[in-house]
């Protein structure tokens, strides 16, 4: 059996405010053909398939289209979980219609897939945490554990316990739980794991949300299912292979460069290919990068300016770093936005200043009034007009410039 292990699509997601549904479209055209290409099996997503629990209506049409065209009529099997970004019954919600084309999606940690015939598939037995699919006559037993917080587990496992107890008990649970669904593994069969956690020792980048990282929410390594010849993860961005020697067990990572700390990271998804009581065979396929995240350095206004005239038609996120003695006029911000699109960032480099201090003397010699006018300015390309610049100083101060020069002195 080939199956192919994606997850942490973001769908909907932005950079600082800036839409990447035109690059994710892009990625999911290609990857529908990706699929047919290395004459896939079975696709596994493993959860955060959008960036928030209400995502737009855009991209869940772009989801919906994707599986549509990856199943082909219920030929192919896709099997999805949620992640920490989806809410898990939006996700379930339209399982009445998927199971039809041989898609499954789970919601939750305690989902269960009825046994019976889905698309080109059958599934000869299901329960708690784990399903038994035929596809071409072989037959994979798959151990499913979606993003599993306590309130999605509906279980208390932390009450009144210090941070290394609460950490103990959660992984401790984890690892009960695929203890006791690993009991349907059989020699005969493919033996799959698929979760959305994190794994104590993996590598993390700006992207994902601190909160859900580490802490309480981690699991040790010991408490993944040993017997599975494959785990497929989700949750961090950078595509990699779990700490293990026993164990092949890997994050796949995003898709696109969600942020700056990801400009190093190479995109991909893994192949996977395997066979009853023998060791899986794992393949990198690389995705494009539709418009890669760049950091611009330049020594001086004119040496931006020459950058961004000479690099207007690149189509590329552009954090720019300017060296400076004196802090950048909003009349050069106009000319390097007018001449470059999509620059999420212009920062200056005051010599004789580090990054705090700059930032600091830059908003302590402004007056409120000025600070909103070079925000508005940097993020629209022009001054708010005295209507914008009104109701904004009668929302900020109540009494206008004499609270506004409070605001400013303390």
């Given at each position: 059996?080939?199956?192919?292990?994606?997850?942490?699509?973001?769908?909907?997601?932005?950079?600082?405010?800036?839409?990447?549904?035109?690059?994710?479209?892009?990625?999911?055209?290609?990857?529908s053909l990706l699929v047919d290409e290395k004459n896939i099996d079975m696709v596994i997503i493993a959860g955060d398939i959008y960036d928030n629990s209400n995502p737009p209506a855009r991209a869940e049409n772009m989801f919906y289209k994707s599986l549509k065209e990856i199943t082909s009529n219920g030929k192919r099997?896709?099997?999805v979980i949620a992640g920490n970004h989806d809410n898990p019954d939006r996700l379930s919600a339209a399982s009445p219609i998927a199971y039809d084309q041989g898609i499954f999606l789970l919601g939750t940690p305690k989902s269960i897939i009825p046994k019976g015939q889905y698309g080109n598939f059958t599934v000869v037995d299901s329960g708690e945490g784990f399903l038994e699919i035929e596809?071409?006559?072989?037959?994979?037993v798959i151990l499913t554990l979606p993003y599993p917080s306590e309130k999605r587990l509906n279980e208390i496992l932390s009450d009144n316990l210090e941070d290394e107890e609460r950490r103990k008990s959660y992984s401790d649970r984890i690892g009960e739980i695929f203890k006791s669904s690993s009991t349907k593994f059989r020699e005969d069969t493919i033996n799959i794991a698929v979760s959305h956690i994190f794994v104590?020792?993996?590598?993390t980048s700006e992207s994902e949300r601190p909160i859900e990282l580490g802490g309480s929410l981690a699991v040790e390594v010991k408490n993944l299912p040993d017997k599975a010849q494959y785990i497929a993860l989700g949750h961090l961005h950078k595509p990699q292979a779990v700490n293990s020697k026993r164990l092949k067990a890997f994050y796949s990572g995003s898709?696109?460069?969600?942020?700056k700390s990801e400009i190093g990271y190479s995109k991909l998804c893994y192949v996977v290919d395997l066979k009853p009581s023998e060791e899986a065979v794992v393949e990198k396929t690389y995705f494009?990068?539709?418009?890669?995240?760049?950091?611009?350095k330049c020594k001086g206004i004119e040496d931006a300016l020459n950058k961004c005239e000479l690099n207007k038609d690149k189509s590329c996120w552009v954090y720019l770093e300017i060296e400076s003695e004196t802090y950048i006029s909003q009349e050069n911000i106009k000319k390097i936005r007018d001449l470059k699109a999509d620059i999420i960032?212009?920062?200056?480099?005051?010599?004789?200043l580090d990054e705090e201090e700059a930032a600091f003397d830059s908003v302590k010699e402004k007056s409120m009034k000025e600070l909103f006018k070079d925000y508005y300015f940097s993020e629209r390309g022009k001054e708010p007009d005295s209507e914008i610049m009104d109701l904004f100083l009668e929302i900020a101060c109540e009494d206008g410039e004499e609270d506004e020069t409070k605001d400013t002195e303390s």
């Open positions: 059996m080939r199956i192919l292990h994606t997850s942490d699509w973001h769908l909907g997601k932005n950079l600082e405010g800036y839409s990447r549904m035109d690059e994710q479209e892009k990625f999911l055209e290609d990857f099997a896709i099997l596809i071409n006559g072989e037959k994979a104590l020792g993996g590598e898709p696109l460069q969600y942020s494009n990068n539709y418009k890669p995240i760049e950091v611009w960032e212009i920062k200056p480099k005051i010599k004789g």
